[in-house]
């Protein structure tokens, strides 16, 4: 199982608890993102610079993504693309996203997104947490005890 993050809006508390996974589970893990960001020394880890633009790392998850990877990110549609492709995607804060959930979350998606474009303020999230941080370690953790690497 391969890791990719989107790692433009990451939290650094994510993608530090990513970098030690790799490390202690020896996977690979890829960061995709419109500007350069600092990774460890690691042959596990590496950082992947795409062009500035609308989803120019989304797009590239996407298409270097295979089944069984694991996909950290919290755009919603990229999720979708994921899933259907027989790959796991997990939010920064920890949710799961599968067949079971992806639809309702993208019609959720969608539907807010209309709200916004019709001057509807919707909020936003709420801020990243140490609860998030922590369910997010837990769900990574059991997702990688699930998939031994082979």
């Known amino acids: 199982m391969h890791i990719w993050v989107d790692a433009d809006a990451c939290p650094v508390v994510v993608k530090d608890i990513l970098f030690r996974a790799a490390e202690r589970t020896k996977r690979h893990l890829t960061l995709v993102a419109n500007q350069y960001l600092r990774v460890p020394a690691s042959p596990l880890i590496r950082m992947i610079q795409v062009p500035g633009g609308f989803d120019e790392a989304d797009k590239y998850i996407a298409a270097h993504v295979a089944t069984g990877d694991l996909v950290i990110t919290a755009d919603i549609p990229l999720a979708a693309e994921i899933v259907a492709k027989g790959a796991h995607a997990l939010s920064p804060r920890g949710e799961l996203y599968g067949k079971e959930n992806i639809r309702e979350l993208l019609d959720m998606r969608n539907f807010m997104d209309t709200l916004r474009s019709t001057g509807v303020d919707t909020g936003g999230p709420a801020a990243f947490g140490a609860s998030d941080r922590q369910a997010f ?4 953790d ?7 690497q082979h």
Do not use: E, I, T, Y
């Open 137 to 140: 370690a837990n769900r990574l």
């Open 142 to 148: 059991n997702l990688l005890r699930q998939r031994p």
